[in-house]
């Protein structure tokens, strides 16, 4: 099984106001079928009032994302799959749910995790 990075910038997730509770309801009600499908690992959105900082080996603190990074802002669901096609499909169920196109990233393996 893969884990599989699925992702979306908040400023794509436009919607009129008075859908919110359908967009909230059927955004949820994917999560729990990830959930009931056993596949669901982690998911939420980034805390954008939150500022990022980066921390050296030695522990020094910086305040700042990497410059070519940019800003990430947005929500994210990590599922563990058995293809990349299945994150394709789980993508459009969350697209669909977020009215916004999703972006479907695959971790590598790595055997300790």
Same mark, same amino acid.
């Given at each position: 099984?893969?884990?599989?990075?699925?992702?979306?910038?908040?400023?794509?997730?436009?919607?009129?106001?008075?859908?919110?509770?359908?967009?909230?309801?059927?955004? *949820?009600?994917? #999560?729990?079928?990830?959930k009931a499908a056993g596949v669901? #690992?982690?998911?939420?959105? #980034?805390?954008?009032?939150?500022?990022?900082?980066?921390?050296?080996?030695?522990?020094?603190?910086?305040?700042?994302a990497y410059a070519q990074t940019g800003?990430?802002?947005?929500?994210?669901?990590?599922?563990?799959?058995?293809?990349?096609?299945?994150?394709?499909?789980?993508?459009?169920?969350?697209?669909?749910?977020?009215?916004?196109?999703?972006?479907?990233?695959?971790?590598?393996?790595?055997? *300790?995790?």
């Amino acid at each position: 099984m893969t884990k599989f990075l699925i992702s979306f910038p908040s400023e794509v997730m436009v919607f009129p106001p008075e859908d919110f509770d359908t967009v909230f309801a059927e955004s *949820h009600a994917v #999560i729990e079928e990830a959930k009931a499908a056993g596949v669901y #690992i982690f998911g939420g959105g #980034i805390a954008e009032e939150v500022d990022p900082v980066r921390v050296a080996a030695n522990g020094t603190i910086t305040p700042g994302a990497y410059a070519q990074t940019g800003e990430i802002k947005g929500g994210f669901t990590i599922l563990e799959l058995p293809s990349r096609e299945a994150a394709m499909e789980w993508g459009a169920k969350i697209a669909a749910a977020c009215r916004c196109d999703q972006e479907v990233r695959e971790f590598m393996f790595d055997p *300790h995790s």
